[in-house]
């Protein structure tokens, strides 16, 4: 069975500048996660897709950040304008069935993409 | 605020030792624990789940969940050089939408 696909696996840009980053879940995996994890700190939730409708985006800072899902299977996190802060590694995770306990609850992360951002 | 905490270590044992990794949560709703390893450079790895009070054991791994006290833990017998890694501990936020946080991770090094 594939895992998650995230691409591309590495960007630098310059601040100000806009980036995006692309995640292909697992096959059948009705849920979705974007993370953000800074150096030294576990995974912090962006934000969480149940099929193609948004779950939960309290963390995400809109004014410049944007994820969609459309056709309720793979998704893109875009950053607009970026700032140094937002170096980082995003991450990708899918569920069976985000909502439910225990297994159904299991993610699974893909490679990340590593943004630095000068 | 959810939190989960883990001992940020740098935790050594020596090779074949049982390293024993510890983890406290906040939320007295969270129903489910999960330990992730992590290899520098590289994504969160699922190694063990776990949903009721007590062990779970798999291969070499045991996970230790005691929801009283709301601590859940990791034991690796037989430490192998390749289990050094980062393992984040993390907890789900319960009936709803069972997001999961996170801990910051304790850092194993397993000398040989």
């Known amino acids: 069975e594939a895992g998650v696909a995230q691409s591309p696996r590495y960007k630098i840009i310059e601040k100000r500048q806009s980036v995006a980053f692309w995640c292909n879940p697992i096959s059948g995996h009705a849920t979705l996660y974007w993370y953000q994890q800074i150096l030294g700190q576990g995974p912090k939730l962006l934000i969480q897709?149940?099929?193609?409708?948004?779950?939960?985006d309290s963390q995400l800072p809109k004014d410049r950040f944007s994820a969609e899902r459309l056709k309720g299977v793979d998704s893109t996190l875009k950053i607009q304008p970026a700032k140094l802060e937002d170096s980082a590694v995003y991450l990708c995770a899918s569920s069976p069935r985000g909502g439910a306990s225990g297994a159904y609850n299991e993610q699974f992360f893909g490679p990340g993409t590593r943004l630095t951002v000068l | 605020q959810k939190e989960v905490e883990q001992n940020s270590g740098p935790l050594s044992v020596p090779e074949g030792a049982i390293a024993s990794l510890n983890c406290t949560y906040s939320d007295r709703v969270s129903q489910s624990f999960f330990w992730y390893r992590q290899y520098s450079g590289k994504s969160p790895e699922l190694i063990m789940s776990?949903?009721?009070?007590g062990d779970k054991e798999d291969g070499r791994f045991t996970a230790q969940l005691n929801k009283a006290s709301q601590y859940v833990s990791l034991l690796i017998r037989d430490s192998q050089p390749s289990d050094s890694a980062t393992y984040l501990c993390a907890s789900d936020s319960g009936a709803g939408s069972y997001q999961l946080t996170f801990g910051k991770g304790t850092k194993l090094s397993v000398i040989p």
């Open positions: 776990i949903y009721s009070n």
């Open positions: 897709f149940q099929n193609n409708g948004v779950v939960d």
